[in-house]
């Protein structure tokens, strides 16, 4: 057995490598920690890098609300991030958010404006309103994008993505029938936009032509352009069942009802006669307001979702963070029906865009899209703000 005696002398003898073996462990032990601490508080100040307080003066871009001494939380107008709004009719969605968000705005902006009471609040300079009920209102150019273009072949892809923007696939089809009636009558609206756009026919006239005509007349006068681009769209129609492509044709008369017969909606839709007109491209320059009635909001939603989608579509031509940055907020975003908006929140974040929806629930939402693209969807959006939401999927 070893003797205390011995057991301290030997232990005198290690002390020299114990010591600094236990300095070394502390040393590692809070070199861990610190590491730590600093990550987490890194990660927290990026985080908050996304959001300034801000005071009433200095305030600029998105405005979410008040934090303590009368500051305001706001994203910065050049900074990046879509933002989603949820909540039931008059909990503020409009009043308490995008009104404050608009005054604060730094750059230039779309609204549609719901009853024009967002627009009245806004006090900007290089203001533009565009109102379809209107027939006073300054025009909207349809075509403009179009006219703009000088090859024949980009010409006649942007109008067939005009049609595409009129009847866009549906995520719910009722049945295999509609599909069917929507993508062919689509083949049909497609033909005769290339056939009488080359004729120089403004999208009023054109429309008006389609519902004035059956389908037999349609097919003879597009025949008649010589318009070989426009006529292979219809060829698959030859010698088929005469009582579907009857149905496709009311397909296409459907979505043009109101161009061709609404007198106050064809009067503000037309190529501008040395006058001032809205398309996509003022929006590089002005603040756009697109006034709509609360009860005519269902009536005008397919004009409203084609002005929409050619804005985004010009948006994605523009380059990366082009200045000024853009906010295009859509109110009752549901209401419009179904827009290639997925896309567009994945895509227009670096070039100067920022989109903010506001909707009363994931199940409006989910109606129009369905809950697979809404959930990626809901991915695209940086900020989301919640307003008293009593729908339990939207709460969670």
Not at 121 to 132: A, G, L
Not at 150 to 155: T, Y
Not at 217 to 235: C, G, P, V
Not at 256 to 266: D, H, R, S
């Amino acid at each position: 057995m070893i003797s205390i005696p011995e057991l301290i002398n030997k232990f005198n003898e290690n002390l020299f490598i114990i010591i600094p073996c236990l300095i070394a462990t502390l040393i590692l032990i809070y070199a861990i920690i610190a590491f730590k601490h600093f990550k987490g508080k890194t990660k927290k100040k990026t985080k908050m890098t996304q959001l300034k307080k801000m005071s009433r003066k200095k305030a600029n871009g998105i405005v979410f609300g008040k934090c303590v001494f009368h500051k305001l939380v706001c994203s910065p107008t050049n900074a990046e991030g879509h933002i989603a709004v949820f909540g039931g009719s008059g909990l503020g969605k409009t009043s308490a958010l995008l009104i404050p968000t608009l005054q604060a705005w730094q750059g230039t902006s779309f609204t549609i404006d719901i009853s024009g009471d967002i627009c009245r609040n806004i006090d900007k300079p290089h203001k533009m309103i565009y109102e379809p009920a209107n027939p006073d209102s300054i025009p909207y150019n349809i075509f403009g994008a179009i006219d703009d273009l000088d090859d024949v072949d980009e010409q006649n892809e942007s109008l067939e993505q005009l049609a595409l923007q009129l009847m866009p696939d549906k995520e719910k089809s009722n049945s295999d029938a509609t599909e069917f009636f929507t993508q062919e009558g689509r083949k049909i609206l497609t033909s005769a936009f290339i056939a009488f756009y080359h004729q120089g026919k403004d999208f009023v006239e054109i429309c008006e032509l389609i519902i004035r005509n059956g389908w037999k007349e349609l097919f003879n006068m597009i025949d008649e352009t010589n318009n070989f681009n426009a006529i292979q769209y219809i060829n698959s129609f030859a010698g088929g069942n005469e009582k579907n492509t009857a149905g496709c044709k009311q397909a296409v008369d459907k979505v043009l009802k109101l161009f061709a017969t609404n007198e106050k909606v064809k009067k503000t839709l037309r190529r501008p006669k040395k006058e001032e007109s809205f398309t996509p491209k003022e929006l590089e320059s002005h603040n756009v307001f697109v006034i709509v009635e609360d009860s005519k909001l269902k009536l005008y939603s397919p004009l409203l979702r084609i002005i929409t989608s050619q804005c985004m579509e010009f948006f994605s031509n523009r380059q990366n963070n082009k200045k000024p940055t853009i906010l295009f907020s859509i109110d009752e975003f549901a209401s419009f029906g179904r827009m290639e908006i997925t896309e567009a929140l994945r895509k227009l974040r670096k070039k100067g865009i920022r989109i903010m929806v506001l909707t009363q629930s994931m199940a409006d939402i989910d109606m129009i899209y369905g809950r697979d693209e809404r959930m990626s969807m809901m991915n695209n959006f940086r900020f989301c703000v919640i307003l008293g939401i009593t729908d339990n999927d939207t709460q969670e």
